[in-house]
């Protein structure tokens, strides 16, 4: 699991105290049960849990051990996705909740408090809290927003946007392509733009990564959007966010590929194909063009259609419906 | 029906009287009736007939009063589209002389004569003939084109073009996305840059709306292309002319809707989707991911598929295919 | 077939004698066949062979007569696609091979050493080894780089860039649009940044095109990408590595044409079609909307549906499907 600073890309309003926090939540509180007062210094997930962060709990998690000295805060909607072990506030909103205490913590670039400082290098927007190594080189047009880490060798063409991201090293990524923007997170129940969820997590591109032009990558809502290494991406994919791709995957033009999905290594995705969210896709999979995933594939497998299936069954089909139609 | 000052966005190069478009059009004109020579200020549609304006008919509108102090000039194919109480020229090629009325009325960003100036404000080349609001935010590599307005607490994120919209408050558009750019209008018996209709219309943003990155939403050609409020739409989307989006909808990724559809309010949009042009999606209407929906759908369906269908219909059609095939 | 002055667009690092290419492959070639030794001062393909260059056979080709005068060096892994009377080296793994000539003899975006100088002319950079006609307009945050040749009366809006292109006269491309970016080829054997395989032809496209916003076209491999007269292309559209696009073509938005596919003239595809690679499609064909092209269609065909088929049989089979679903 990759680890980043977040505070590098989302500044930090306040410390609060889970106290403070507390006070915040009163009203929409139902259940609460705090162990111990401390300040909130960043926010986790089951997958790593941090000491000293407020982690929410949407569903059900095998969290067995907590660490007494860890310092965690739990809000969750249900009871018995928590144990009195735990610091825990139990809300009927957790999406309402998570966005009124993120607001509250963090800065990003769908609030108004959002701030960066821009130097206006070669043509491009460089911001000031960027790292860009020396033997990269950036186009023009580009903006590199702040926290963003950009290794050895890597070639960001012109038009790029790239915020809240750490590339790696040897990465090209071509032009007009976006890097880093808000995933589409959001309760069904209160639309608007001021009601996606906040997203402070980020892209992570590892070495040897290519992305074509007018891609879209979203960043991660808490933890990352990975690419793995040697990943080839054609242009007009769309990335949402939490997806993880492995090493050596080819996705060709006009992909999308929905939140949170993982892909092993060595996938083949056609062009034009769709893939849910939430799924696994095994390692050596091959997806046909245009198809639409809409559950998990095992490794291996070759498929086909929408909704996708073994390729040979997919065919099998299709030449059934050729006699048939004659 | 929302209106716009279209003088503000497209210039007049002249306020043509009827006499003088009639010799224009002297040698395409069939037959004519005019009974008051005036001066044309505006272009409208049978939806909005406005006084002084020219209105082309392309096809039988129920126009039944016309106020007689109105002055309106019709241009249609059909004499039984009129009637002798009306000022009107028919002509063989309706779309051949839209093309001729309107460039020689509007200057409009496809023509060469269109001129605007920017002063290139913090990043942004900013037209000294807009209007944003100092609450709202614009970031770097943007172009805010003639006649734009946007109001409050807006997020205008990076490498953004905005050109002939109105973006009402709170409205947060991602990055490298398109607003306001031209109408894939014309006819297909005349090819080429230089016969694309002119696209005088203009896009209408209401408050709360959210658009991702790298999306792109065309102008109507008359009137306007509307986005309800608290609409959200996700990445890569393509939104064609005179497209009316009612408030509360969700569009994700890498779906198209084509020119003219009317999506009601609460509509859930899957990704990939698309829709045909000239249709009406009902309210609470849900569809699916990758459906392709080529009629109108009633309020509160959901459907999936291409034909989008009822989506209990698609499941028990995929699960049949699914045993025949085994 | 459509010729360019390759260098203006890639220079050349060195004119290797084949003696000079014959060390550097040493260790990979199987065997050779040098006639005589010429410097090398271009690369070509079978469809026009050209004096003093490299040829890469891919695959078997009629290549009857070599005129004897004519310098070239043909590299290639079966012995039977060439005879005793070529200059000729036999090599493994010739995606491997090709990527160290090419890389060795020209510059491209995808490589470290490429090199382009920009001046910042009314908004946009501006290669310093371009020529844009006085007439054509070039609007903000546009980048037009080396060897591009921009015609007369053309717009191009804003937020483009255009590389590795020649465009003819009265020429529209529309804002946040990538003409002449990477093509997506590689070897799947060895993925990776950099080992794509360096894409040295270009785009060209013919008078009175219009191309939408937000799209991408990719330049030919070794020849061009071309978009024929009067074509007209919507928003999003994806158009890969050596396509070549006829006359008075229509296509709407969200479609992509995979590498290598030949569209016919007056052929009209709809919004969100997928066509594959390699395939042809003959004059005057018209794709239905989401459909997905798999092998070539003949001339004047109207097709439908995935894999697309002919359109009565499609609609056939959907009137049957909804029968039996009912």
Known sequence: MIDFNREEFFPIKKNFLI???SNILNKITIKQNILNDFKIQDISTPLIL???????????????IINPRKNILFITTHEDFINDQMNYII???INQTYNIILNSIFCHDDSEDYHDEFEFINGSHISKFCYIDHESKIGKNCLIGRGVRIGKNCIIKNNVVIKNSIIKENVTICDNTTIGSTGFGFSLKNLGSNNINPQVGIVYIDNYVHIGSNCS?????IDVTYI??????DNLVHIAHNVIIGNNVVIAGQTGIAGSTKLGDN?????QVGITGHINVGNNVIISAKSGVTKNIKESSVVAGFPAIDIKLWKKKIIKEKYKNK
Chains 1, 2, 3 share one sequence.
């Open 50 to 64: 941090k000491n000293n962060s407020i982690v929410f709990l949407f569903s059900k998690h095998n969290i067995k």
């Open 217 to 221: 990558i979203d960043r991660g809502k």
């Open 267 to 271: 996938v083949i995705v056609g062009g």
């Open 228 to 233: 793995g290494k040697n990943t080839m991406i």
């Open 19 to 21: 106290s403070e926090l």
């Open 91 to 93: 809300v009927n909103d």
